[in-house]
């Protein structure tokens, strides 16, 4: 008796463990928007973001894992700062590396570092004497390419230390233009790791270990003469697949990436237009598609990334799993319909989809479920100052970094489209709508 007793209460315990939807089917993106207010609450953190800089992705579904990789950096942080007591970082990025950024208020950190590591690097701070003077420093180089450059607009990435800021800085500082020259031309100049293409006529990215020789060089270039031989390539890629891609994909833009050659970009165009024969591809929608090194990616009903050098076969199969026209304009209709019936609702939360990139059937699946919610807790009401529930694509890492960061988030609850009824209970109940900031 004792024994099929304990067994029964074992039981029951594990199935009420399994059954509680916080601990059960916890939800990577919902955990990180609890982690930022406890760092916005208790260490008064701005910014957190998740792999800011990460160029190599892969596919849509691997964002899922940095997702999950951000959290565990982000408890790691916490950990450390509740340890360390140092609060004096406003901006960090969930990263793949340690690195000191934009002044002194801006890190990165790995998102497989040790709490011990992270300690050990948020402790190595320069004393406030050291600091003013690196900034002091700073603004005189910068004055300085002002005067000589007449130049308005010109930063470091934080994807560089403020050691190589500097010294990107004071290289640049050292360039003298030609007394005839009035102004070089250039809109806008980036100091980053590496000289590079850039992605308009106006912009010049430099290497902060570039010599003020090379950087004179490519100052003085005309930047729409930099610029003509991608323009020609456009126009060659719409004069030889243009028709193509409008009467077969009813392609909206076709975009080249700036880290691909045009000779890349060309590859890429030949590869989709021979995708495009296929009849299941073409019953897709085709909004903007940009062609680049890494990543294969759908972005809601309409947008994609996709490998330049991506067969047409693997971009046809891989894009099966895109709805179909007629599918988004039913889960469409249907999004629009179910809104309709969540406003003037008991919670006193207007209830909207995210406009970027998100898919209609998540968005009409959210609605459906946020109706379900109303319907069994007639009596849950949101406290202020909560007013609007946001449904986003948590799988998504841009849309992440986005919620973390929304200038409306002291207003805005900002739920996963893809969580089910036990996810959104939990949010709900557990989280913001309790009023807590």
């Known amino acids: 008796m004792g024994i099929n007793f304990f067994l029964r209460i074992f039981s029951v315990f594990w199935l009420?463990?399994?059954?509680?939807?916080?601990?059960?089917?916890?939800?990577?993106?919902?955990?990180?928007?609890?982690?930022?207010?406890?760092?916005?609450?208790?260490?008064?953190?701005?910014?957190?973001?998740?792999?800011?800089?990460?160029?190599?992705?892969?596919?849509?579904?691997?964002?899922?894992v940095l997702i999950k990789q951000c959290l565990t950096g982000t408890r790691t942080l916490k950990e450390a700062f509740i340890a360390s007591k140092v609060s004096a970082y406003?901006?960090?990025?969930?990263?793949?590396k340690f690195l000191k950024t934009?002044?002194?208020?801006?890190?990165?950190?790995?998102?497989?570092?040790?709490?011990?590591?992270?300690?050990?690097?948020?402790?190595?701070?320069?004393?406030?004497?050291?600091?003013?003077?690196?900034l002091d420093k700073i603004h005189e180089v910068k004055q300085s390419i002002s005067r000589n450059l007449r130049i308005k607009q010109f930063y470091c990435s934080q994807e560089i230390s403020n050691d190589d800021c500097l010294a990107g800085y004071e290289n640049l500082a050292s360039v003298r233009l030609p007394d005839t020259l009035k102004d070089?031309?250039?809109?806008?100049?980036?100091?980053?790791?590496?000289?590079?293409?850039?992605?308009?006529?106006?912009?010049?990215?430099?290497?902060?270990?570039?010599?003020?020789?090379?950087?004179?060089?490519?100052?003085?270039?005309?930047?729409?003469?930099?610029?003509?031989?991608?323009?020609?390539?456009?126009?060659k890629i719409q004069d030889k697949y243009g028709a193509i891609f409008k009467a077969k994909l009813q392609l909206e833009n076709l975009v080249c990436a700036a880290d691909i050659s045009m000779t890349e970009c060309e590859q890429g165009a030949e590869n989709l237009s021979q995708a495009?024969?296929?009849?299941?591809?073409?019953?897709?929608?085709w909004g903007r598609i940009t062609l680049n090194r890494y990543n294969t990616l759908t972005q809601g009903d309409f947008h994609a990334f996709i490998r330049y050098d991506m067969a047409p076969e693997e971009i046809q199969k891989y894009f099966s799993?895109?709805?179909?026209?007629?599918?988004?304009?039913?889960?469409?209709?249907?999004?629009?319909?179910?809104?309709?019936?969540?406003?003037?609702?008991?919670?006193?939360?207007?209830?909207?989809?995210?406009?970027?990139n998100l898919?209609?059937?998540?968005?009409?699946?959210?609605?459906?479920?946020?109706?379900?919610?109303v319907k069994k807790n007639r009596d849950y009401q949101v406290q202020a100052p909560w007013d609007t529930l946001m449904f986003v694509d948590g799988n998504q890492l841009d849309r992440v970094n986005f919620a973390l960061n929304s200038n409306s988030r002291?207003?805005?609850?900002?739920?996963?489209?893809?969580?089910?009824?036990?996810?959104?209970?939990?949010?709900?109940?557990?989280?913001?709508?309790?009023?807590?900031?």
Not at 276 to 285: C, I, W
Not at 347 to 352: D, G, K, Y
Request: glycine share 6%; net charge positive.
């Open 276 to 285: 495009s024969q296929n009849t299941g591809f073409r019953m897709r929608h």
């Open 16 to 64: 009420g463990f399994l059954l509680t939807p916080s601990l059960s089917k916890a939800n990577s993106f919902h955990q990180l928007l609890k982690e930022k207010q406890v760092l916005e609450r208790q260490f008064d953190l701005k910014t957190l973001e998740c792999f800011p800089f990460i160029k190599k992705i892969g596919f849509t579904e691997d964002q899922v």
């Open 102 to 134: 934009a002044g002194f208020q801006t890190i990165l950190i790995p998102w497989n570092a040790t709490k011990d590591e992270v300690i050990q690097f948020l402790n190595k701070r320069p004393s406030q004497e050291d600091q003013t003077s690196f």
């Open 184 to 235: 070089s031309g250039w809109q806008e100049i980036i100091i980053t790791r590496y000289h590079a293409s850039s992605d308009g006529p106006g912009k010049l990215i430099l290497g902060f270990q570039d010599s003020p020789s090379e950087m004179r060089k490519r100052l003085l270039k005309d930047p729409f003469k930099i610029w003509r031989p991608r323009q020609k390539m456009y126009e």
């Open 359 to 373: 898919r209609s059937e998540l968005c009409a699946n959210s609605f459906e479920t946020f109706i379900r919610f």
């Open 410 to 437: 002291n207003t805005y609850l900002y739920l996963d489209a893809n969580s089910d009824f036990n996810q959104l209970a939990a949010y709900l109940n557990n989280r913001g709508a309790s009023g807590e900031k």
């Open 321 to 356: 799993r895109k709805a179909l026209k007629t599918q988004v304009a039913e889960k469409a209709t249907l999004a629009i319909k179910l809104e309709g019936r969540t406003k003037n609702n008991s919670t006193q939360l207007r209830v909207v989809c995210d406009l970027k």
């Open 90 to 96: 406003k901006t960090i990025g969930i990263s793949s």
